[in-house]
């Protein structure tokens, strides 16, 4: 697996949290490590996030659906709907570790 980076292909770490979730929330960066560290439903809602960010990405660059039939809207709103769910456990802690 990959994620990208300024343009460029690098490998996606699993022991740490995505780049994408370190550039969104970056003032929150001893919290997403304490959170990835010690919750699985935490890494799997960033993951997820990660996921629906790279598959918004290339439904941009390629002008039409690569995202098995969502549209861009479907996308950006999982984006959101993700986004409030990292910042929900980020400032409430996790439910289920």
Sequence with gaps: MTERSTGKLVPVRFDRPPRCI???FAAA???IAELWRRSSEFREVCRDYREAVTSLDRFGRAGHDTSG???RVQLEELVDELEDEIASLLHGGDRRA
């Design 29 to 31: 960066e001893k919290e």
């Design 22 to 24: 370190a550039e969104k």
């Design 69 to 71: 039939g969502r549209t």
